[in-house]
DNA sequence: AGAAAACATTTGATCGATCAAATAAAGTCG
DNA sequence: CGACTTTATTTGATCGATCAAATGTTTTCT
């Protein structure tokens, strides 16, 4: 008894029942004042925790949130994802919501998943990264009613109207578009963009950023502008690939705009006048190499997610709340400049600042 | 009823008791072969899923693991972290464990999470990553008797001998051995370290193996071995800087060993000749551009880590087992030999192969 | 003051599974 | 064949909290 006190235990040493001891916890404003700061004593004293298991039994509810976590394929876009990933926890943690991770090696796989996770009362909705058009993930998640947001618009036309599909997405037009004016203000005219073969949701709306800043400014001729647009797959070696065919066909070339900072980085590495390059995700590579980014707030992202799946109940997920509330966030994302401090190309310059001297181990993994 | 069906309503459409549904599920061999199959396809049929937290009340075992999701602070070597997550989500899964997240802002704030979640009894143990020497939060575990394993050695001296801490790591000594090795056997004789500052647990590790190798094979004088070598911070541009300091102190190099990718990503820029660079962690970054690395087997760690926290009881946490099983596992990395294959470092160059298009988003989110 | 309403606290039942002990069925052996 | 093990299954109690409803207490109003 020493070892686990129960609510039992606490209400013995406070001289009242049970259930006062579980309202001072759940529902405090209909306890009385001085009954409450003397349960309040008792758990301090007792040192007191709520056996979590016990209470979702009770309430059927987790508390919990399900978040699938994606093999790693390109470790660059992919920080993206972890530092989302951060914000989540921390941010459900100041709700009172844990994270619970799983995996998955196919749609039908971590449709199983979900299954489980919600029958078992694991956890109580989800959180989907990397949606496709017409995802059957979400389609049986709508299905089953089960609570879910998706980082990530849903892309096909049909799934956009859907009122039931709660999404938080970050404004990729908006992001490009900023970047865009930012180099013109800087002087640039002739500004590329290194993108990501149509059709491609995100790669799109991006695309169209640039390409509306630049029809706006009208410093080139819309005919002229497909010269300075080469799109490719992502990665860095693309990257590099796409910026050398862009000096070959596309003559001056004043800024250059890329879909992420793969591609960015890739561009950097046949760059040897330093013309200005952005990138997208604002990752640590970008930080490292001295790359204006575009930053996806993953904050903002994470704080919408959180927000629409606990609907207006503040710790509670409800499949079906009725509110009226909006059912979607666009994210604004914002531009992170640099101009390459950090980066010596020449290989005869001089370092930009000595290295420090950690206190602590640098990695100590 | 027929939304979540429970233990009794398999026992009533099986024509057994719940007990015996009971059985079946955790310990199929005491239960007759034909009643065993009988219930088996009740539970199919009615799609019965044990609701985890009655479970969990009962057992007083969660199966599940905490672990904390650092700050990322260097998207490069966190990376390591990232794919050491998903293994080990990956793993416990397939042990019928769970992975919970949590966030802490700093030694103190973790130990407040850890007695949150092991009183919530949310967890049964946790995984430590980015231990330090005489780390505040492995003693309190300890003290606290509750299961927990790190991935990293304690490198203070006296918590080395500390049988009840179970840890597992990489032999950082064999991955700079093997790696110089490798060039020794590539016909480089002069091969320069850049590494941490000492004192460093893993920086000095690795330090030993490149500098074990060099003195066996003796190409290069015990004296002027410490010119071949480099200490800095880890970063990108402290690589670079690193690198221009060996160029312009060490005379010829052969090639190049970094206790990182983000050093040897530095490396790199300062690199015109392509002197064969390593790095360390064989992370995507290394990937991308082509650098040999020392890759950690994070699969390997993980499956140790599980192997430790659940003791010989599959899938049971136990805080003191009493096996004489050994409490740590020393985990021999493996070189990853590349050449610069995706990077076309002379702008002028002809990429070395061409963009695929890909058929779906290349970075769907 | 007395009745009604508002507020505060307690009691019994319950969530869904497993444990511990009791019972029933099957197998062994002199 | 009946007493004795061994094996298979069932029953009652329990984990720790919350819900729903009952009881007790205070305040409000006529």
Redesign the interface.
């Known amino acids: 008894m020493a070892e686990?006190p129960t609510v039992t235990d606490v209400a013995l040493a406070a001289g009242v029942s049970r259930q006062t001891v579980s309202n001072v916890m759940n529902s405090p404003e209909i306890v009385r004042l001085d009954t409450r700061t003397r349960v309040e004593a008792a758990i301090e004293s007792l040192?007191y925790?709520?056996?979590?298991?016990?209470r979702?039994?009770r309430t059927r509810r987790?508390s919990?949130i399900g978040i699938r976590?994606?093999?790693?394929?390109?470790?660059?876009?992919?920080?993206?994802?972890?530092?989302f990933?951060?914000a989540l926890?921390?941010q459900a943690?100041a709700k009172g919501l844990?994270?619970?991770?799983?995996?998955a090696t196919s749609p039908e796989d971590e449709i199983a998943q979900f299954?489980?996770l919600n029958?078992?009362?694991?956890v109580d909705g989800f959180v989907l990264?990397?949606?496709?058009a017409g995802d059957p993930r979400t389609k049986w998640l709508l299905k089953k009613k089960i609570a879910f947001v998706t980082?990530?618009r849903p892309w096909g036309s049909d799934d956009l109207n859907q009122p039931e599909h709660l999404w938080v997405d970050v404004d990729g037009w908006h992001g490009l578009h900023s970047a865009t004016r930012a180099q013109q203000e800087a002087g640039a005219k002739r500004i590329a963009f290194i993108g990501?073969?149509s059709p491609?949701?995100?790669?799109d709306d991006r695309r169209r950023g640039w390409h509306d800043a630049m029809l706006e400014r009208g410093d080139v001729p819309e005919a002229e502008l497909a010269r300075l647009e080469v799109v490719?797959?992502?990665?860095?070696?693309?990257g590099?690939?796409?910026m050398?065919r862009l000096?070959a066909a596309a003559g001056r070339i004043d800024a250059v705009l890329c879909?992420?900072d793969?591609l960015a980085?890739?561009a950097m590495?046949?760059?040897?006048e330093r013309i200005p390059v952005t990138g997208y995700d604002n990752?640590?590579?970008a930080a490292?190499?001295?790359l204006s980014s575009v930053d996806q707030s993953v904050d903002e992202v994470a704080a919408g997610v959180l927000e629409l799946l606990t609907g207006e109940f503040e710790g509670r997920i409800d499949a079906a709340p009725e509110s009226t509330a909006p059912r979607h966030r666009l994210v604004k994302p914002r531009l992170v400049e640099r101009r390459f401090a950090?980066?010596?190309?020449d290989?005869a310059?001089?370092?930009?600042?000595?290295?420090?001297?950690?206190a602590?181990?640098?990695?100590?993994?």
Chains 1, 2 share one sequence.
């Open positions: 686990f040192g925790r709520p056996h979590a298991s016990a979702r039994l987790s919990t976590l994606d093999p790693m394929i390109d470790g660059i876009s992919g920080s993206v994802l972890d530092s990933l951060h926890t921390e943690d844990r994270v619970l991770l799983f995996t299954r489980r029958d078992g009362a694991d990264t990397s949606t496709s980082f990530g990501w073969p491609s949701g995100t790669g490719t797959a992502d990665g860095v070696s693309e590099t690939a796409a050398q000096r879909a992420s793969s980085l890739g590495i046949a760059n040897p990752t640590p590579i490292a190499i001295g950090a980066i010596p190309m290989p310059g001089t370092p930009t600042r000595s290295p420090a001297v950690p602590v181990d640098p990695v100590p993994n």
